[in-house]
């Protein structure tokens, strides 16, 4: 393992990144202007997303929320409706929240300050970096995953890189290599390098650092960089039960804390051991609505962290036939609502409850167009 790069390979190294980048780089849409704005979003966005998704996201984003005012003073159900998909909609609530601080305290314009943009709700250091570097110019660089395997293997790291000495040696060797003056072209030629070249399968024999690459001398750069044993995925089954009413659909809203914040979906329980019909029914009669199955519509299976989800839905009949009125007096203080199931792509939920809404209720729809009765 090299702990530091000599500087007269060090300027090779950098000179030879960025007329990599200047031929190679990718034309984004945040590349044409660099607004901070811009910027800050698609950092937020690029986060866990592929990129070509993550383009589709970040234009449909602009076109409905051109700069920051128009996030502050949207409402969270619609943040989150542009996100949806994204998941991780922590991020949604911390950028809308970011923004509107940022018209608070700023006058809707980004700070350029490591203190000011810190302040920000959710701007974590990898955002703030991300925001100094490649909107304002400021001399640090962001070290975001493909940084990491590319410093990983250009020094052959051989400690897990999340460990603290890792992770300071690549920042640091990161830093070290940085031109003066040259932040934004540097921060995107070293995160574009990770993602096209130096990637999970190293394109080596194209690769224009390959002359200083210790991992490349040793013929380990596969094994770079080294990963902590993963954590096991857990497996989780869940039951939700879909219930029409005067052609609505009835929709429970989340707590605005946790798994999936404030977004809609069917009423049910997000774990079950065992009989899985049993307990939802068993589970809606606790919210005041006794019901039988009417037909199991299936399950879908999501990923979420380290979890893999199996949800299974049913539809359902109430045991005497109620209105939606008497329906929500049952219902109380829960918070819930009836939504008209040609509506439901309005609102905010979880993917595997969009992915049942949407198959579900577009059978539903082909059906009423063919005179079916479901
Ligand atoms: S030689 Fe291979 S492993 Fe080394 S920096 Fe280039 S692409 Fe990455």
């Known amino acids: 393992m090299i702990t530091t790069i000599p500087d007269d390979i060090g300027l090779c190294l950098s000179s030879a990144l960025l007329d990599w980048f200047s031929l190679h780089k990718r034309p984004l849409p945040w590349r044409e202007h660099y607004t901070p704005y811009e ?158 070249v130096c990637g999970k399968a190293p394109k080596c024999a194209e690769c224009p650092l390959a002359a200083w690459c210790e991992a490349r001398r040793l013929g380990v750069e596969r094994e770079r960089p080294v990963k902590e044993q993963a954590s096991e995925t857990i497996p989780v089954t869940s039951a939700h039960g879909i219930l029409l009413c005067e052609k609505h659909v009835l929709l429970f809203q989340r707590p605005a804390s946790g798994l999936w914040g404030n977004m809609w979906e069917f009423p049910g329980l997000d774990s079950v051991a065992g009989d899985v019909q049993s307990a939802l029914l068993a589970a809606w009669k606790k919210a005041g609505l006794a019901a039988e199955v009417l037909a199991p519509l299936g399950t879908v299976s999501h990923g979420y962290t380290n979890h893999r989800l199996t949800a299974h839905f049913f539809r359902l009949a109430l045991d005497e036939a109620l209105a939606m009125q008497d329906i929500s007096e049952k219902l109380g203080d829960i918070p819930h609502r009836f939504v008209p199931w040609e509506k439901l792509g309005e609102l905010a939920m979880p993917a595997h409850h969009r992915k049942m809404a949407e198959r579900y209720f577009l059978r539903r729809k082909r059906a009423h167009a063919e005179q079916l009765y479901l």
Not at 84 to 89: F, M, W
Not at 140 to 166: C, T
Not at 170 to 187: M, S, T, W
């Open 39 to 196: 910027v800050w979003i698609s950092e937020v966005m690029l986060q866990q997303t592929q990129m070509e998704r993550g383009v589709a996201y970040f234009q449909r984003w602009m076109r409905r929320f051109p700069d920051i005012r128009s996030v502050a003073e949207a409402g969270e159900e619609e943040i989150l409706r542009y996100w949806e998909g994204l998941g991780y909609y922590r991020r949604a609530r911390f950028l809308h929240q970011a923004a509107k601080a940022v018209v608070e305290r700023h006058g809707g314009e980004l700070p350029s300050s490591r203190e000011g943009l810190a302040a920000l709700p959710g701007l974590g250091a990898y955002t703030v970096d991300a925001v100094l570097s490649i909107a304002f110019g400021q001399d640090v660089v962001p070290v975001d995953a493909n940084v990491e395997r590319v410093f990983s293997r250009l020094l052959d790291i051989d400690i897990p890189i999340r460990r603290k000495a890792a992770a300071e040696l690549v920042r640091n060797e990161a830093r070290h290599l940085l031109p003066p003056g040259r932040a934004r072209d540097y921060a995107q030629a070293l995160m574009e390098f990770g993602a096209l």
